[in-house]
């Protein structure tokens, strides 16, 4: 399975998982990626997560915090669309990796149960 970016990009705007982190004063993106290689919004689901800080400078003092998601979250952004390309990337090694340890481990059972 790999996921493409337009994929990302609807995900990230359906599940809301950009949460501002006051101990590092950004926002801050949260993919969760469960253990059949799907994202999911709940970490207690997760198998792994990924996570991308950014830059809030024009928007740090913003009283509305729509007009992030308007400016920031679109493909007219080149520090977005870098950003999602980076995802995107990471997304699918992660989900790679998670299929991969999946096999080691079913060759393992397999063989010591043979």
């Excluded at 997760?46 to 809030?56: F, K, P, R």
């Excluded at 990796?97 to 096999?103: L, T």
Aim: glycine share 4%.
């Amino acid at each position: 399975m790999k996921y493409t970016r337009e994929q990302i990009l609807q995900w990230l705007k359906d599940e809301m998982c950009l949460e501002y982190d006051k101990s590092d004063d950004q926002p801050v993106y949260y993919i969760h990626i469960n253990e059949d290689g799907d994202l999911v919004s709940d970490l207690s689901r997760a198998e792994t997560t990924l996570t991308y800080g950014v830059d809030n400078g024009p928007w740090k003092d913003d009283e509305d915090p729509e007009r992030f998601y308007e400016e920031f979250e679109t493909l007219d952004n080149p520090e977005f669309a870098e950003l999602l390309d980076r995802m995107t990337a990471d997304v699918n090694a992660a989900v790679e990796e998670i299929f991969e340890w999946k096999r080691i481990e079913e060759v393992t059972n397999a063989l010591r149960k043979g």
